[in-house]
């Protein structure tokens, strides 16, 4: 299962997030655009195995919500960014480097039991919040939403 997942391409504001399933049975529908701003930004998820969730990432203020692994976060300085993702059947613990204090919000949208969808149908979309320890690494859990 994909997931096709939207913000306003001007701010990037989380509170304007749409997400829905994205298929042969299920293809998106844009609209005709009226001006040069007039545009729509679509991201592409796929189903975290039988997690029951998707990985939309830092939607706020990035073009790129999920981008590839990090290495090197040990040295001074140190990457950002996606480590590993630990999907079993209805769970989910996604790994991602930061700065000491960094304070990250990560979306997903929830899929539930589902294998597949039609029709666009919408999606329940998450945000978890984690600050980053003195390890550079932070895990994401799901379903009980919390920091590891």
Known sequence: MVVAYSLDPLTLAPSSLRAQCFGEASPLEL??????DDFELWHFAPALGQSGWALLGQVARHWVP????????????GATGLIG?????GAVV???????????TL?????????????????????????????RVVGFGLPE???R
């Open 66 to 77: 999920v981008w590839g692994r990090a290495t090197g976060f040990g040295g001074k300085g």
């Open 107 to 135: 979306h997903f949208a929830e899929l539930g039991a589902a294998t597949s969808c039609s029709g666009g149908a919408a999606l329940k979309t998450v945000e978890l919040s984690c600050v980053v320890g003195a390890s």
């Open 145 to 147: 939403m919390m920091c």
């Open 94 to 104: 996604v790994s991602f480097a930061g700065a000491p204090g960094e304070n990250i």
């Open 31 to 36: 609209a005709a655009s009226k001006t040069e």
């Open 85 to 89: 993702v630990n999907a079993t059947e």
